[in-house]
């Protein structure tokens, strides 16, 4: 039915109240119901994949990770996401209603806000709600304390999910937040975003796009070089470790880890000199020569990596390498650094 014949009918109904009640009320009650079910239709939303819709956000709860905020925003990051922001009383009480429901109660959680030494801001630069009901307290103590070392906000089980000042480098789940897409968007707006689709390239949950690659920094997961390649094929199909070849992407590369906040974590990339001292090869087998400036220097004055010998047989970028090429210890516990196809628009 048109809004136009709707908006005739009620004024109808509203005029016919004023001498005969009970019908007329019915009718103008039908109405309204319309009314109602049609806006329901026109703002239907949908959320991206793994994504929920909690009260007006779609949100993910990261609960198989771990790890600092700057560990747990990029995982957000590589969703299309960013961590949760709880800007009113209603989203976090919904959100506190839906980690009781997920079984989640037990569990600590990353959300979005910092404070940077006079204020406290969300990553879009809005101020963080202060005071009653977002924030932990008691009697005789309040949150957030505003001291720089306790300057990431969280939601955790020991603060019944009321947001509390902690250290950034504490070990939590991230929840992500994505904002809704519209079902009924108009074709115009979704040909607009077909189009945007196709100039970025379409990356697998996790996978980040970065230089036309789709990369996973799995930094929730540390293991030998042998377990991190087996932990790579398992996430998507085709998924590997990755071995940068290309110098731009190394360089792309270490600027994202200090763009996240992830410069602190050593990643094993896909190549071994296992089966012959000197000749490396990727993850299928096949030999690759590697030469400057991919190699950093080694601790021997004047000379360059590798430099372990037998001892050191896997190829990792190491955080106190400057993210170089560096021979280490094929048993050493390091994150795994992926690579997958994009996902066919």
């Known amino acids: 039915m048109g809004r136009q014949l709707l908006h005739l009918l009620l004024s109808i109904a509203v005029m016919a109240t004023d001498s005969l009640s009970s019908p007329y009320e019915k ?3 039908e109405i309204l119901e319309m009314y ?19 009260s007006d956000k779609c949100i993910y709860f990261a609960s198989f990770m ?11 990051h590589s969703l299309g996401g960013e961590l949760a922001a709880i800007k009113t009383a209603t989203q976090l009480q919904n959100i506190i209603e839906e ?3 997920r079984g989640l109660a037990q569990a600590d959680f990353w959300i979005d806000g910092t404070f940077n030494g006079t204020s406290w801001n969300f990553t879009n630069g809005e101020p963080v709600p202060l005071g009653t009901p977002f924030w932990y ?9 505003n001291d720089t070392a306790t300057s990431c906000a969280s939601i955790t089980t020991d603060s019944g999910f009321l947001m509390k000042d902690v250290p950034c480098e504490e070990k939590y789940s991230p929840i992500c937040e994505h904002d809704p897409i519209a079902l009924n968007q108009p074709k115009e707006d979704q040909e607009k975003e ?6 970025k390239i379409n990356c697998p949950p996790f996978f980040t796009a970065l230089n036309g690659y789709c990369i996973a920094f799995v930094t929730f997961f540390s293991s030998s070089w042998a377990t991190a390649k087996q932990t790579c094929h398992s996430f998507t199909t085709n998924s590997s470790l990755l071995l940068p070849t290309d110098i731009e992407l190394l360089r792309s590369i270490y600027l994202y880890l200090h763009k996240e906040a992830l410069y602190g974590y050593t990643f094993w990339i896909g190549a071994t000199d296992e089966g012959h001292e000197g000749v490396w090869k990727n993850t299928e087998n096949q030999i690759i020569d590697i030469k400057a400036p991919f190699w950093g220097n080694s601790e021997t004055e004047f000379t360059m990596e590798p430099d372990g010998d037998q001892t050191e047989n896997c190829l990792a970028l190491t955080s106190p390498g400057q993210h170089y090429f560096r021979d280490q210890d094929c048993s050493e516990l390091y994150n795994p650094l992926c690579v997958a196809p994009p996902l066919m628009n």
Not at 36 to 54: G, I, R, S, W, Y
Not at 137 to 145: G, H, I, L, R, Y
Not at 194 to 199: Q, S, V, W
């Open 66 to 76: 771990q790890e600092s905020r700057a560990a747990g925003k990029q995982v957000c």
């Open 99 to 101: 980690i009781e429901q």
């Open 194 to 199: 077909k189009d945007l689709k196709a100039a």
């Open 137 to 145: 307290a008691t009697e005789s103590e309040f949150t957030p304390n």
């Open 36 to 54: 109602a079910k049609e806006d329901l239709v026109q703002n239907e939303m949908h959320c991206p994949d793994m994504f929920t819709l909690v």
């Open 27 to 29: 009718m103008k009650k």
